[in-house]
């Protein structure tokens, strides 16, 4: 079993910055991808952010590139999200995911990803 539990979010206005955190516990971090998600009001969950497992490649949805940074510190277990210049749209809950072992590479869709945190809720007021 693997849990992965996300910290960070908060109130910001527009234009400010928040960092995420993900910790992971219950097994070895390395080898699985991972990803932000986030999930809007009244909308679905939709892909933020991807970091393959040594942290050499990363992959971003096109509303955050730029302004959004997805690192990983695989000796503490955790994954992180950079979030500047933030936006009102970018009000979400969100979700950190690992890919099952062995998975290395970045993908986009959720069902790619078989351990999932339980959110945190990030909301950016104009």
């Known amino acids: 079993q693997v849990q992965l539990v996300e910290s960070g979010g908060g109130l910001v206005q527009a234009g400010g910055s928040l960092r995420l955190s993900c910790a992971a516990s219950?097994?070895?971090?390395?080898?699985?991808?991972m990803a932000w998600f986030r999930q809007p009001p009244g909308k679905e969950r939709e892909f933020v952010a991807g970091?393959?497992?040594?942290?050499?490649?990363?992959y971003y949805a096109d509303s955050v590139k730029g302004r959004f940074t997805i690192s990983r510190d695989n000796a503490k277990n955790t994954v992180y999200l950079q979030m500047n210049s933030l936006k009102p749209e970018d009000t979400a809950v969100y979700y950190c995911?690992?890919?099952?072992?062995?998975?290395?590479?970045?993908?986009?869709?959720?069902?790619?990803?078989?351990?999932w945190g339980q959110g945190t809720q990030v909301t950016v007021s104009s």
């Open positions: 995911a690992k890919r099952p072992p062995g998975y290395s590479g970045i993908d986009v869709t959720s069902l790619a990803y078989d351990y």
């Open positions: 219950g097994r070895t971090f390395s080898g699985y991808a």
């Open positions: 970091i393959s497992w040594s942290g050499g490649m990363t």
